[in-house]
Structure formats: C-alpha cells, structure tokens
C-alpha cells in the first residue's frame, strides 16, 4: 500500500465514524425522547394500582423499562469514558 491509498482509506474510515457517531446520537435521542414519553404516560390512572393496564404494565412495560433505561445511561457513562461527544 502506498501512502495515497492509506490517506485514502483514513478518510473514508474517518466518514464513516462519523457518519456512525451522528447515528448513535440520533439513537440515543429517540430513546430518551421515547422513555420520557413512556414515563410520562405511566402516570395515567390505567396504569396504577387498580387500573386496567396494571398488569401489563408491571408485566412487560415497567421491567423492560427499567432494562433499558440501565443499557442508555451505561452507553452514556461509556461515551463520557472515551470522550466522545
């Protein structure tokens, strides 16, 4: 390889890093946006003690909720660990 070829390849490695990071946070965006909407809409009286989406709730929305509110603020701890922005 010639050193063309590797300025080359650096760049477009370099693209697609960044084209990569600009997805993630886009992802991490929508996510936050969504838990924000999901909590916001737990408050509702179906959702409590006696309401008709109780038991879905606490079945499927609320451990799942909790699973992934854990992995986004792990992904946030780790972009703060590599400096990534």
């Known amino acids: 390889m010639n050193t063309n ?3 080359r390849d650096n760049n477009r490695l370099r693209k697609n890093i960044e084209r990569l990071e600009k997805e993630n946070r ?3 965006q929508a996510v936050d946006f969504l838990t924000e909407a999901l909590l916001w809409a ?3 009286s ?4 006696g309401g008709e989406a109780r038991e879905g709730w ?4 609320e451990p799942g909720l909790s699973r992934e ?3 986004i603020n792990k992904i946030k701890e780790d972009k703060k660990y ?4």
């Open 5 to 7: 070829q590797l300025l």
């Open 26 to 28: 886009t992802l991490i």
């Open 42 to 44: 737990s408050a509702s």
């Open 46 to 49: 179906d959702f409590q003690v």
């Open 58 to 61: 606490e079945q499927y929305i």
């Open 69 to 71: 509110i854990e992995r």
């Open 82 to 85: 590599w400096n990534i922005k």
